[in-house]
């Protein structure tokens, strides 16, 4: 005997189906799963610029050059662990790879803060660069996987977005967190919204592979990458350091010197090497990533010079400090938000040149204008929204330049060389603010010489960008675009 049911229930169980196909589950909270860490790694790597006069008393008997290495030892093991990174999340599970970097970002935190000497914190700054490294590509993966292919621009956007948030909140929410409860707080802090990210991940994300773009692990060449990168920033921090003799520095820049020939060396002939030399070979991506090294130096002497400023020269208390720098890098989101718009019509040139000499503007403005006496809204406050303008401008610009002339399958590790080479930037732009301001006692006039070195790396910037045109491109993106949305394409 039939059931008169199994009709009804058959076409509610296919109407169930039908609209869970044209309604898939909503993407959004794996995107926030995703930005929830990369908030965390963004934010950490700003934060830090605040607690260097406070870890500076927690070590009493470590130098200047010494702590350096808390940022340095950071962003080196990031920028030589970066590249290979996308490609193990490839390999074994994006899931995988972004659930235990951020296992190992968070375990390296709790390490850092339970720090009893400078080396053993440089080691877990390491291991948290490691963790860093291995969920940022795999956030990003997770992200592009779980949205359909209309909204993965805006999705980019918003997730580019999460960063340069959490890099202008980092300095102010860091140095009020260090003034009320101690630089291990900068790592404790790390704790909550990582456990988040980890129980959630755990449920929400589903897992993807990709085995077709399995590459080898160039360890070899990881190795070189680290000891050259590391021995230039040592070479220079320590220049002025009575434990160093002339004769000792100037070994240690010729192996860091030697580490990189080796390294573009063994780059020619390796089969899988860490860095693909052949996409230096276009154009753009050559001059774009130029121009992304000179300008990481500049971006890291502004920020940490800021600090030395704010409490040597205008006594400001870290929170104040904190504060004060807020207004520069809150301009960057709706800056690149606009200059995204502009580049996919016009190109990225424009862009990049004019934000370089706006940057070098501001770097103007800060070794003319501002005096002993503080004078924040008239002295200070201009120069920042300069430089928030340029950087908002040029940094996301930069990334874009840097792929857009490339193949599609080249996107993933064109742009992981190009952040990699922005975060080499930085730790020479560590290197030398630490070189020029690491003393105590600074004066007015210590603070030229990072002036003029911040203007002349944007000068730099602005003339290696003039060969930058990805104008065709954006105009080739842009009819695509149009003719998908004319009448008779939708016909």
């Not at 980092?170 to 909550?192: C, D, E, R």
């Not at 154009?283 to 130029?290: F, K, V």
Request: net charge positive; with cysteine; glycine share 8%.
């Amino acid at each position: 005997m039939t059931n008169p049911d199994r009709p009804a229930t058959a076409l509610s169980a296919s109407v169930a189906l039908a609209l869970q196909n044209a309604h898939p589950a909503s993407p959004w909270p794996v995107f926030w799963v995703a930005s929830v860490a990369v908030f965390l790694v963004s934010m950490d790597g700003t934060m830090l610029f605040a607690a260097f006069s406070a870890l500076r008393a927690g070590f009493p008997h470590a130098t200047a050059a010494d702590l350096s290495w808390v940022l340095n030892a950071y962003t080196v093991a990031y920028a030589a662990t970066l590249i290979p990174s996308g490609g193990l999340a490839d390999k074994h599970g994006r899931k995988k790879i972004f659930l235990g970097g951020v296992g190992l970002f968070l375990a390296a935190s709790v390490a850092c803060g339970l720090a009893v000497s400078v080396g053993w914190l440089v080691a877990a700054r390491v291991l948290q660069a490691i963790g860093a490294a291995l969920l940022t590509p795999a956030s990003l993966s997770l992200v592009l996987a779980a949205f359909p292919t209309s909204k993965r621009a805006v999705a980019i956007s918003l997730w580019g977005a999460v960063g340069a948030l959490a890099a202008a909140v980092g300095p102010s929410l860091g140095a009020f967190v260090i003034a009320s409860v101690g630089w291990q707080w900068a790592f404790y802090l790390n704790l909550p919204l990582g456990i988040v990210a980890m129980w959630r991940g755990a449920t929400l994300l589903t897992e993807t592979k990709q085995q077709a773009s399995t590459r080898p692990l160039d360890l070899f060449g990881m190795s070189l990458l680290i000891v050259g990168t590391g021995a230039l920033a040592l070479s220079i921090v320590q220049s002025e350091s009575p434990a160093w003799s002339r004769h000792e520095l100037l070994g240690v820049a010729g192996v860091g010197l030697m580490s990189i020939v080796g390294f573009v060396a063994w780059a020619r002939v390796a089969t899988s090497p860490l860095v693909d030399l052949a996409l230096f070979r276009n154009r753009a991506y050559r001059y774009a990533n130029l121009a992304t090294l000179s300008f990481g130096i500049a971006f890291s002497m502004m920020f940490f010079a800021f600090f030395f400023y704010m409490s040597s020269i205008w006594h400001y208390s870290l929170p104040l400090a904190g504060l004060a720098i807020t207004p520069g890098p809150l301009l960057v989101i709706p800056v690149a938000a606009m200059s995204g718009r502009i580049a996919s019509r016009h190109g990225h040139r424009p862009l990049l040149v004019a934000g370089s000499l706006l940057y070098a503007t501001s770097a103007l403005w800060f070794l003319l204008v501002p005096g002993i006496e503080p004078a924040y809204l008239s002295q200070w406050l201009p120069g920042m929204l300069l430089s928030g303008v340029g950087v908002g401008m040029v940094l996301p610009s930069l990334a874009g330049a840097a792929v857009s002339r490339l193949p599609a399958d080249h996107y993933a590790v064109g742009g992981a060389i190009n952040q990699a080479i922005r975060q080499i930037g930085s730790v020479m732009g560590v290197a030398l603010t630490v070189l020029l301001l690491g003393s105590t006692g600074l004066q007015r006039a210590d603070f030229n010489a990072v002036y003029l070195c911040h203007m002349s790396l944007a000068l730099v910037t602005a003339a290696l960008c003039l060969p930058v045109n990805t104008l065709s491109a954006a105009i080739a993106k842009t009819k695509t675009r149009d003719a998908g949305s004319s009448p008779e394409a939708t016909a």
